[in-house]
């Protein structure tokens, strides 16, 4: 049962918009910015929708780590590819303008591939997969990050959480939209943990000793200092896959920094030599096909609706009397808080309210009456 607060979709986006624009991103970029992370919200994917409004975003244009103005240079651009230099302004502005032209490209070609280099965090990956299905298409996308994840054998570290993303369009209410990190938990997902007071489980962060950790608040600290690393998925070790993790985590690297000759893994930190904040340079990719160029895109649409009920139909373990797919459960999720709003627990309280009296923004909240 949720005790948390709503706040309506409106307001929300209103508050988030007009404080973009009070931090000097320009009203347009300002609404792009703000439907990224209220789409996070509408799936129920707390660990990157409003929840991350002003530490990611509010707080890193006050510490000079990101830039509210977001100038996009064209590194190279041919009928079906292109490169982007963001010059470390808004990775959900640059990525949006990528998007909108590969998809552009695709219908035309049938595919289209891009990367973009010196970026910063763009927010939820199936947003930009989810570009895609909403025309008919599949979208694919990448981006490094933070290093956070150790490799198999190891305990530093050394690659970003990593999500390799896939959206498919299908015959149903919602495409098929696998978006998730390459590690078992996410660096989002563990902010979210200690903003609410919550341990994390046990298994899913390695400490410098080989051992693990669960204290939300002391990981985040370990995973700054290099003291400590999420594990790849499947975990530890050999013995539950943790390879195929570190894998898949470390080909998104290569394709987010080498596709547009980008930066990597320790080059990533959001430090500098001395400790002092410095900018993140992220890489992200993209690809975008078209599936008129294949078989046609009502015929994909059906036969991946076809896929996906045959899933669901199929015999469920004993306590279970469901299956989902990837993207059934974010769906429902906007279901069900469509004509609610988004819950908000007491720590995102008071980033609103901080950040509302700092750029003197005329909003009341209802959790304040």
Not at 60 to 82: H, Y
Not at 164 to 174: N, V
Not at 291 to 306: I, N, Q, S
């Amino acid at each position: 049962m949720e005790t948390r607060p709503y706040i309506s979709w409106d307001l929300l986006s209103d508050f988030m918009t007009a404080a973009f624009v009070a931090a000097g991103v320009p009203e347009d970029e300002a609404k792009i910015c703000t439907d990224v992370l209220m789409e996070s919200d509408r799936r129920g994917i707390e660990s990157h929708g409003c929840n991350r409004f002003k530490p990611i975003y509010m707080d890193r244009f006050v510490k000079g780590t990101l830039l509210p103005v977001t100038d996009i240079e064209v590194i190279k651009d041919t009928p079906t590819t292109l490169v982007y230099d963001a010059h470390d302004g808004m990775g959900m502005v640059a990525s949006y303008k990528m998007m909108t032209e590969l998809i552009k490209r695709a219908k035309q070609y049938g595919m289209a591939g891009g990367a973009i280099r010196n970026s910063t965090h763009y927010g939820i990956a199936g947003y930009w997969a989810t570009m895609a299905t909403k025309e008919g298409l599949v979208g694919i996308t990448g981006t490094n990050a933070r290093p956070s994840i150790a490799p198999t054998f190891g305990v530093e570290n050394m690659m970003g959480t990593n999500p390799l993303t896939i959206g498919l369009p299908t015959d149903e209410e919602f495409p098929f939209c696998i978006d998730c990190a390459t590690s078992i938990v996410q660096r989002g997902k563990i902010e979210y943990y200690a903003r609410e007071g919550k341990e994390t489980p046990a298994g899913m962060v390695i400490a410098s000793d080989g051992g693990t950790m669960t204290d939300s608040e002391k990981i985040l600290e370990a995973l700054v200092s290099g003291d400590a690393a999420l594990a790849p998925l499947g975990g530890i070790g050999e013995e539950l896959a943790g390879y195929k993790g570190y894998g898949y985590a470390a080909a998104v690297e290569i394709l987010s920094a080498a596709l547009a000759g980008g930066q990597f893994m320790k080059a990533l930190t959001g430090v500098d030599e001395n400790g002092k904040p410095a900018m993140y340079h992220l890489g992200h990719f993209f690809f975008v096909i078209d599936p008129d160029a294949f078989v046609g895109r009502e015929e994909f649409k059906k036969t991946a609706g076809d896929i996906l009920r045959a899933l669901r139909a199929s015999r469920k373990a004993q306590g279970h009397d469901r299956i989902y797919t990837a993207g059934e459960k974010e769906y429902l999720s906007w279901l069900d808080r469509k004509d609610k709003g988004v819950p908000v627990g007491e720590s995102v309280q008071k980033d609103f309210i901080s950040i509302r009296d700092k750029y003197n923004l005329p909003f009341t909240f209802p959790f304040e009456k």
